[in-house]
């Protein structure tokens, strides 16, 4: 449904974009959020924007690194990321919201995408 890219290895300070695409169908009226899963942990919560792209929030040690935004005319979505350490290393999934917000509770979520690795190296 949802189709997650810009992963990659990156030495620790570096920066990556990730984007996320819907394949299908438009999200433009639907908020985003963006996931993680590290190796042998749960996944976790990074970032969500609302629909219009006028609220965001973000995981509260990820602050000041990470940002998200959208493009609705592109229907896309972004996380741009910072200052990455090796603990970042993670698979990301981006995932559509049953509804316009941006939450930060995984349930609120359904459509998702197979996610796009991110390696970062000490």
């Known amino acids: 449904q949802l189709q997650a890219s810009g992963g990659g290895l990156v030495q620790a300070g570096g920066s990556l974009r990730l984007s996320c695409a819907a394949a299908?169908?438009?999200?433009?009226?639907?908020?985003v959020a963006w996931f993680r899963q590290a190796p042998g942990k749960e996944r976790e919560f990074v970032a969500s924007i609302n629909w219009r792209g006028g609220a965001t929030a973000y995981a509260d040690s990820l602050k000041g690194r990470f940002t998200i935004s959208r493009d609705n005319a592109k229907n896309l979505v972004y996380l741009q990321m910072n200052d990455l350490e090796p603990e970042d290393t993670a698979v990301y999934y981006c995932?559509?919201?049953?509804?316009?917000?941006?939450?930060?509770?995984?349930?609120?979520?359904?459509?998702w995408g197979q996610g796009t690795l991110v390696t970062v190296s000490s």
């Open positions: 299908k169908r438009t999200f433009s009226n639907n908020g």
């Open positions: 995932s559509s919201a049953r509804g316009p917000w941006a939450s930060q509770t995984e349930g609120d979520y359904h459509y």
